[in-house]
């Protein structure tokens, strides 16, 4: 079984500040890495994943994120937010062979105050 | 091109009694899978279909159950309805079940039950 977990459930920061949403996650075999942002009764929007390669993969709305195998992490980074970034923010998994189910961390909630 | 359409946005039943999702994904899609989100279990997957058939079933009693027909169309159905079931429930499609497929996410119905 895989899980996921997102150490910080709520992360205020001002604007244009750095910001990094932790994640961690644990599975006996391979997985794919995503994060997702939940906006105010929105559905979910796909920010970025990993599947192979490059540790580093870049997103939409200039975040990123960094594929750490050895502490099986992927923390989600951004260099400058906007108060448009506002939003809960979802780390999850997906094991290779199991279609579209995804496993997700329970969010964080970031909060970009003026 | 349309997303991935959820009727209704808003449900309020009492308990025992029953009610069904509806969810249209995008043309040409033909995988579809339901989520559960509440504020204590965060997202939790329920079931995936593929071509009308159930790919994938998530832990949760018999009262929950779905279809898809030969549109793709599909719809989720919750017998006996508990206190329990409330929750925001989330419709996605993919256009196959390949894990590095991207999952496109509808605004979701929020059920109450009273």
């Known amino acids: 079984a895989q899980s996921v977990t997102q150490l910080d459930s709520q992360v205020p920061v001002f604007e244009e500040a750095p910001v990094e949403l932790r994640c961690n996650y644990s599975s006996s075999v391979s997985v794919y890495l995503f994060w997702y942002v939940q906006y105010p009764n929105q559905g979910l929007q796909l920010l970025l994943k990993?599947?192979?390669?490059?540790?580093l993969v870049k997103g939409i709305n200039g975040f990123e994120a960094e594929f750490n195998k050895s502490q099986t992490s992927f923390h989600l980074r951004k260099p400058s937010v906007h108060i448009s970034d506002t939003a809960e923010y979802f780390c999850a998994v997906r094991r290779e062979t199991s279609g579209s189910r995804l496993t997700f961390g329970e969010g964080t909630q970031l909060t970009v105050n003026p | 091109k349309a997303g991935v359409t959820q009727t209704p946005r808003y449900l309020i039943k009492t308990r025992g009694q029953q009610v069904t999702l509806s969810c249209s994904p995008i043309s040409g899609h033909r995988s579809v899978s339901w989520y559960q989100q509440t504020p204590g279990q965060g997202l939790q997957f329920l079931f995936e279909y593929f071509s009308e058939t159930q790919r994938n079933k998530g832990n949760f009693p018999g009262r929950f159950s779905g279809r898809q027909f030969s549109n793709s169309r599909s719809e989720m159905n919750v017998s006996t309805l508990e206190l329990g079931d409330s929750a925001l429930y989330l419709c996605a499609s993919s256009s196959s079940t390949g894990s590095n497929e991207k999952l496109f996410f509808g605004s979701g119905t929020q059920l109450s039950v009273l």
């Open positions: 990993y599947l192979s390669g490059s540790t």
